[in-house]
């Protein structure tokens, strides 16, 4: 994520990371051991609102990844319950 008002020249600089991230999370499918195994990945490249109020324009740019299907291999996983 960089500030909106650094998007111009961040921009060439920061598309790269979205490929190279979604490459490295395809390439470990258990995220580092902590999970088994996860089903999709998506991400998206925008706005981020992280302190705006609702209707303001966002506070930065970055990505934004999506895991889905996350099969936990441990005792705090949701599907134990």
Not at 8 to 37: H, W, Y
Not at 63 to 68: N, V
Request: net charge negative.
């Amino acid at each position: 994520v960089c500030p909106r008002a650094d998007s111009q020249k961040l921009l060439e600089k920061i598309i790269p990371f979205g490929d190279a991230v979604a490459v490295a999370l395809m390439n470990d499918r258990t995220l580092g051991a902590t999970c088994s195994t996860y089903g999709a990945l998506s991400y998206t490249f925008g706005g981020i609102n992280w302190a705006a109020a609702p209707g303001e324009p966002p506070d930065g740019i970055g990505f934004t990844f999506t895991i889905s299907d996350i099969k936990h291999n441990d005792a705090t996983s949701l599907e134990s319950e």
